[in-house]
């Protein structure tokens, strides 16, 4: 058998299968929570990339998230209709709209990070603390290169 056919020694399926399971499982966790709210783990994500970052811009948060940005347009209608964001016209570019959390919005995106924390930590409290240590290192490498892998698809 070649090689490439050889499905027992490849990584990558392993980890997209293991992203995925992560993925379906944080978003269940989070989605009950949400519920609440109103709202689903695709808004939380920009509720939570608005609060790391501050301000953003529609055409950042979608470049961000790796998603469309009539997408993100959609789903900032939907928070700013539940009072979780403002929008507003930047004071140096009036072409450019700003946004930011209100204070509901801010809570959801630190209850959000609660949950997920306490989800990781469930997840991973078998590994060793150098373990937790490697595994969050190789986390944080592999999604620098994200980036740059992108750009390398052919069209």
Not at 27 to 33: D, F, G, P, V
Not at 104 to 125: F, N, S, V
Request: proline residues 3%; hydrophobic residues 40%; aromatic residues 6%.
């Amino acid at each position: 058998m070649s090689k490439i056919n050889d499905h027992n020694d490849s990584v990558l399926p392993m980890i997209i299968s293991f992203a995925d399971r992560l993925n379906s499982f944080a978003r269940t966790t989070l989605n009950k929570e949400l519920d609440g709210y109103g709202l689903k783990f695709n808004q939380w994500r920009l509720i939570h990339a608005i609060s790391a970052k501050s301000i953003f811009t529609p055409a950042k948060l979608a470049d961000e998230l790796m998603i469309e940005r009539a997408t993100v347009s959609r789903y900032l209608d939907q928070l700013e209709d539940k009072e979780c964001i403002e929008r507003s016209h930047n004071r140096f570019d009036r072409r450019v709209v700003d946004i930011t959390l209100t204070p509901k919005g801010e809570r959801i995106a630190q209850l959000g990070i609660d949950l997920m924390d306490d989800t990781y930590k469930r997840m991973l409290a078998d590994l060793s603390s150098t373990e937790n240590k490697h595994f969050v290192a190789l986390i944080k490498k592999l999604t620098e290169r994200i980036p740059a892998a992108i750009e390398k698809v052919p069209a």
